[in-house]
Nanobody, 122 residues
Framework: QIQLVESGGGVVQSGGSLRLSCAAS????????VGWFRQDPGKEREAVSC????????NYLDSVKGRFTASRDNAKNTVYLQMNSLNPEDTAVYYCAASPKSVPFYADYNYWGQGTQVTVSS
């Protein structure tokens, strides 16, 4: 069964850190670029970061640059999102998604996780 499962969300105070994990099963995550997305109720889903299949290239939403870092451990079939200096505007459900394209657009993501809630209190 093909699955992506996020974990690591929670409640943290402003300025704190969390590390999200995205674990894949049923397919080889190393063959896929992985994106992180977030969505707050009433808002559109936005792309936060993307990491290529090799991990050699990453890109980030402007508002998280310098605070968030995507990485991957292909031996563990897992991708991570380290989030530092969190602020209340980062509060959202965070999703990971996998795409076979090297530079995927939103529609290119085949597999999605169920999401993990991140809440940052002021």
């Amino acid at each position: 069964q093909i699955q992506l499962v996020e974990s690591g969300g929670g409640v943290v105070q402003s300025g704190g850190s969390l590390r999200l994990s995205c674990a894949a099963s049923g397919f080889i995550l190393a063959d896929y670029a992985v994106g992180w997305f977030r969505q707050d109720p009433g808002k559109e889903r936005e792309a936060v970061s993307c990491i290529t299949s090799s991990g050699g290239r990453t890109n980030y939403l402007d508002s998280v640059k310098g605070r968030f870092t995507a990485s991957r451990d292909n031996a563990k079939n897992t991708v991570y999102l380290q989030m530092n200096s969190l602020n209340p505007e980062d509060t959202a459900v965070y999703y990971c998604a996998a795409s076979p394209k090297s530079v995927p657009f939103y529609a290119d993501y085949n597999y999605w996780g169920q999401g993990t809630q991140v809440t940052v209190s002021s």
